[in-house]
C-alpha cells in the first residue's frame, strides 16, 4: 500500500518483465545481495566541511551525529543516508522524475508518463529556488554529503544497482525537494476518489452512493450525469494511474498537558502510518552541535526531521485526509483545438515536451498539456484521449502542483523553532501534503495546527468531477491559515488525532467528504481517561493497544441479524463476550477478519461488480448501517432469489468457517491469528523471485487489525490469510521534561542492504512494543559503538 507498496508491485513487473534471469541467475543474485556487506565505519572526507565529524552508529545501527556547525551535521546525514538506503533514494528520485524507463524499460513507461505529465522534479525544481537561504544552505550541505559518499573509494554500490546495471549520478537539491512532492501524491488520494464515484454514478443510485459515501453531503452534485458519454473514460484515467501511487495513510498523535503528566511537563505521542516493506519508509539519527541538538525520524534523501526533537519542541503528524484535489472536464474550443473554453472566451493550453528515455526501446515523446486548472491527465494513455473524445479532455487541480509550495522552508523551520510562536510561524509554509501537526514545548505549552492549502471553493463539494468551462467550481484560492482548525492549551488538557474528522460540522469550509471512522481516537481518549496522569511508559502502552472498537462497533450487529439455528453458530459465539482484543494467540479476531469480510463481499460487492477492489477497505460503518437500516444491500443481484440479512450473514459466516477449517483444522479454538495475520518485510527485488525471497523475508507473526491504535491493516489474500501491509512504521514518544530522552522505534531496520545486521534487527522489537533511546555522550558511545566513521574536510 502507499508508495513502497506501489514501488514493489512496479519491481515485480520489472523482474517478470525486464530482467528474464534464470533461477541460477537468480541464486547468484541473491548471494551478492546477500553478501554485499556495507561500510559504515572508516574515514571519509567532504570537500565543504568546515571541520571534523564524528559518526558514532549504536548498536541499532542508528547514527550519532557530533559536528561543529549544523550544516556540517546535515553534511554528515547526506552521507550516513547513502549509505544505508542509496537505492531507495535513487528510485524515490528516478520515480519523481519520471526516469525509471531509463533503467527497466517499458514496463517503467506509465509511471514516467504519470510523473511528466505532473512535473513533479520541475516542481521540486521550484521548491529550491523559493527556500530561504538558510533552508537552502541545510539542503546543499546534505547533497554535498550524499554526493561525498558517492566519490568515496569505499563506497559499495548498492547491489540492486548493480543488478539493474545503475550507476550512480550526482544527487541534487531538487532530488531532496521531490520527496516532499512525492508524500503529497502518497497521502493526498481524493481525485482517485472522485473517479471511482464517478463510474458508481452510472450503475447506482444518489442514495446507494450516500450508503458508501456516509459522510457526503446531501447537496453533492451530480453534474457528472450529465456526460453520460464520458462514463468509460473515468475507468481508462484509472488505469492510466500507476499503482505507485495508491492512496493509503493513517497515523495517531496525542498530546497531554503537564498537569496530566507525572513528569509536569507535556507529553506527546506520534506513530504515522503507511506501508510496510523493507527498507522502511523512516530513518532514525541524532544530530549533536555546539547550539542545535535535535533526534527523530527523517525520509532518506531529504535532511529534516519530520517528526522528532529539538530540545525545545517535539512535533509529529498525522493526514488530514482533506480534499485538495478536484478533477475538470474542459471542453475544447471546436473551432481551435489547440484552446479551451473557460468563463472568460477561449484559451490557449500550455505546453511542453517531455522525452522519456527507454532502456532497449527507442525514446517517447509526448506532449504535455496544462489548463487554467492543472495538468490535463486525460492524455496519459490512448484508451483515455480516445474516450474523452475531440471535445473534451480532463484536467486534475491539485494544491501540490505549485511552484510557490513551502513546505520545505516549514520543515525546516519547525526544525529549528525554540519556541510555539517561532514554530507556529513556521507552519504557515506549510503547503502540501495537508497535516495536523501536533507540537509541545519544554516550558509547557502544546497544541496541534490543521497546516496546509484547503481550497475555498464556488461550488459545493469536490467529490465528482466538474465543468471547468463555467467557472461555478473554481477555486477561489486557500482558507488563510489563521482559519484553519487549531487548538492550544486546551482546558481538556489533552489533544487527540487519528485522522478523524478534525472539526465541526459547523465549521465553514469543507475539509472532507470522507472522513476515516474515529475508532482509534475514541480508543486514544478512552485509555487517557484511565489514568489521572501519564507518563512515557503509559503512552508506549496506548501506543501498542491491541483492542479494536471498530470490530466490536460491527461484531454485535453481526451476531444480532444472525439466526440462531445459523449453521456454524457456535463458532459465532466465540465473538459473544470477545473483549475486542486483536491478540496474536487469539482464535477471535481471526473468526472476525474472516466473517466481516465475507460479509463485506456478500453485501457491497455484487453491485460494485469490477470496481469493488478499488472500494478499499472493510468499511465498518458502512456494514453497520446496511444492517440497521439499508437491507436492500443484503440481497445478492445475482441470484433470482430476495435474500434477507439473516440469510446473507449467514452465508458468509459458511464461507468464512469453511475457509478457516480448510487452512486451519476443524477446532475454532486452536486457530490464532498471528498464524493469519503476518508482516513481510519484503525486499523490492526479490519479493517475487520465488522460493528464493521467502529465505530472505520470513513472515512475523503480529497483533492488530484495522481499528486499533496499533494498526495492523489486513487484506484478506484468500484462504484464511490476512497478511498485515500497512501500520506504524515509526513511533515517537517525548516527554517535554527531558526531550533528549524520546523513545522511537521504526521497522524493520535502519539499513537496506540484506547483509547487514540491521536490515531487520528492529522488526521484532517492533511488533513486541519495544522502544530505543538516542542519547549519549560522544565518549559513552564510543566504547559501545556498533561503528565508528570519522569525516574530515
Not at 16 to 44: H, M, Q
Request: some cysteine; aromatic content about 8%.
Amino acid at each position: 500500500m502507499g508508495f513502497l507498496r506501489g514501488l514493489v508491485a512496479f519491481l515485480a513487473t520489472l523482474v517478470a518483465a525486464a530482467l528474464g534471469i534464470a533461477v541460477l541467475g537468480l541464486a547468484a543474485v541473491v548471494l551478492v545481495f546477500a553478501y554485499d556487506a556495507p561500510v559504515t565505519g572508516g574515514e571519509a572526507s567532504i570537500p565543504s566541511l568546515g571541520e571534523g565529524v564524528t559518526v558514532v552508529r549504536d548498536t541499532h545501527g542508528v547514527p550519532h551525529i557530533f559536528a561543529g556547525t549544523r550544516n556540517d551535521a546535515y553534511r554528515a546525514l547526506g552521507f550516513v543516508h547513502a549509505q544505508d538506503r542509496f537505492f531507495q533514494m535513487e528510485f524515490a528520485r528516478r520515480t519523481a522524475a519520471g526516469r525509471l524507463a531509463e533503467v527497466v524499460g517499458p514496463p517503467g513507461l506509465r509511471g514516467d508518463r504519470f510523473m511528466r505529465t505532473l512535473g513533479v522534479h520541475r516542481l521540486a525544481e521550484a521548491t529550491i529556488e523559493n527556500l530561504s537561504p538558510e533552508a537552502r544552505a541545510a539542503v546543499q550541505a546534505y547533497t554535498d554529503g550524499v554526493n561525498a559518499w558517492i566519490d568515496w573509494p569505499e563506497r559499495r554500490r548498492p547491489p540492486e544497482m548493480l543488478v539493474l546495471g545503475i550507476k550512480p549520478e550526482p544527487w541534487r537539491p531538487a532530488d531532496s525537494a521531490a520527496w516532499v512532492r512525492l508524500m503529497a501524491l502518497l497521502l493526498s488520494g481524493d481525485w482517485r476518489s472522485e473517479l471511482l464515484r464517478a463510474r458508481l454514478a452510472h450503475d447506482l443510485t444518489p442514495d446507494q452512493l450516500r450508503d458508501l459515501w456516509p459522510d457526503e453531503p446531501e447537496d453533492a452534485p451530480t453534474t457528472v450525469t450529465a456526460f453520460k458519454g464520458l462514463a468509460p473514460l473515468w475507468g481508462a484515467l484509472a488505469d492510466a494511474v500507476p499503482g505507485l501511487f495508491l492512496a493509503a495513510s493513517a497515523s495517531n498523535e496525542w498530546v497531554v498537558s503537564g498537569d496530566r503528566s507525572a513528569s509536569g511537563k507535556p507529553l506527546l505521542a506520534n506513530d504515522p502510518h503507511l506501508g510496510l516493506s523493507a527498507p522502511g519508509m523512516w530513518h532514525l539519527a541524532r544530530i549533536v552541535t555546539p547550539d542545535f541538538e535535535a533526534s527523530g525520524g527523517a525520509l532518506p534523501g531529504q535532511p529534516f526531521f519530520m517528526v522528532g526533537q529539538n530540545g525545545h519542541m517535539s512535533w509529529g503528524l498525522t493526514t488530514t485526509h482533506a480534499d485538495t484535489q478536484d478533477l475538470f472536464i474542459e471542453r475544447i474550443d471546436p473551432e481551435n483545438p489547440d484552446r479551451y473554453l473557460t468563463p472568460d472566451g477561449a484559451k490557449s493550453f500550455e505546453t511542453r515536451i517531455e522525452e522519456i528515455a527507454v532502456r532497449w526501446s527507442e525514446p517517447e515523446r509526448m506532449t504535455v498539456r496544462s489548463t487554467r486548472h492543472g495538468p490535463v491527465i486525460s492524455d496519459l494513455s490512448e484508451d483515455a484521449a480516445r474516450l474523452a473524445g475531440d471535445g473534451h479532455v480532463v484536467a486534475l487541480a491539485f494544491a501540490a502542483l505549485r511552484d510557490d509550495d513551502g513546505t520545505a522552508n516549514a520543515v525546516y523551520g519547525m526544525n529549528s523553532a525554540r519556541t510555539p510562536e517561532a514554530f507556529l510561524d513556521a507552519a504557515r509554509s506549510f503547503d502540501s501534503p495537508m497535516q495536523n501537526i501536533a507540537y509541545a514545548h519544554t516550558g509547557g505549552d502544546f497544541g496541534v495546527i490543521v497546516a496546509g492549502r484547503l481550497p475555498l471553493r464556488k461550488g459545493a463539494a469536490g467529490n465528482r468531477p466538474v465543468p471547468g468551462w463555467t467557472g461555478e467550481h473554481d477555486w477561489r484560492g486557500f482558507v488563510p491559515f489563521e482559519q484553519m482548525p487549531q487548538s492550544q492549551n486546551p482546558r481538556s488538557g489533552m489533544i487527540v488525532n487519528a485522522n478523524n474528522r478534525v472539526a465541526p460540522r459547523s465549521y465553514p469550509h469543507l475539509i472532507s467528504n470522507d472522513w476515516p471512522p474515529g475508532f482509534r481516537a475514541e480508543r486514544i481518549e478512552e485509555m487517557l481517561a484511565q489514568a489521572e496522569q501519564h507518563t512515557s511508559d503509559t503512552f508506549e502502552a496506548i501506543q501498542t493497544d491491541v483492542r479494536s472498537l471498530g470490530a466490536l462497533a460491527l461484531v454485535g450487529p453481526m451476531l444480532d441479524v444472525l439466526p440462531a439455528d445459523a449453521l456454524h453458530r457456535n463458532v459465532a459465539d466465540l465473538l459473544a463476550d470477545w473483549d475486542g482484543e486483536m491478540a496474536m494467540d487469539r482464535p477471535e479476531p481471526l473468526v472476525y477478519a474472516a466473517w466481516a469480510s465475507a460479509l463485506r463481499a456478500r453485501l457491497i460487492d455484487d453491485e460494485l461488480g469490477a470496481f469493488a477492489d478499488n472500494y478499499r477497505g472493510l468499511r465498518t460503518r458502512v456494514i453497520v448501517n446496511i444492517l440497521a437500516r439499508r437491507p436492500q444491500w443484503c440481497d445478492d443481484i445475482s441470484t433470482d432469489a430476495a435474500e434477507t440479512c439473516a440469510d446473507t450473514v449467514s452465508t458468509a459466516l459458511e464461507d468464512a468457517v469453511d475457509t478457516l477449517r480448510a487452512a486451519y483444522g476443524d477446532d475454532p479454538e486452536a486457530w490464532r491469528w498471528g498464524d493469519a495475520h503476518a508482516v513481510t518485510f519484503a525486499h523490492p527485488l526479490l519479493r517475487f523471485v520465488r522460493p528464493l525471497a521467502g529465505l530472505l523475508s520470513d513472515p512475523l507473526p503480529s497483533p492488530g487489525g484495522d481499528h486499533t491504535v496499533n494498526r495492523g491493516t489486513y487484506f484478506s489474500a484468500g484462504g484464511g490469510l490476512f497478511p498485515h501491509v500497512h501500520g506504524a512504521g515509526l513511533r515517537a514518544v517525548f516527554d517535554m521534561s527531558e526531550p533528549g530522552a524520546a523513545r522511537y522505534m521504526i521497522a524493520p531496520g535502519q539499513s537496506e542492504r540484506l547483509s547487514s545486521p540491521h536490515y531487520r534487527d528492529l522488526a521484532m522489537p517492533w511488533r513486541d512494543g519495544r522502544y530505543i533511546v538516542l542519547q549519549g555522550e560522544l565518549e559513552t558511545l564510543r566504547s559501545n559503538a556498533g561503528s565508528l566513521l570519522t569525516l574530515t574536510p
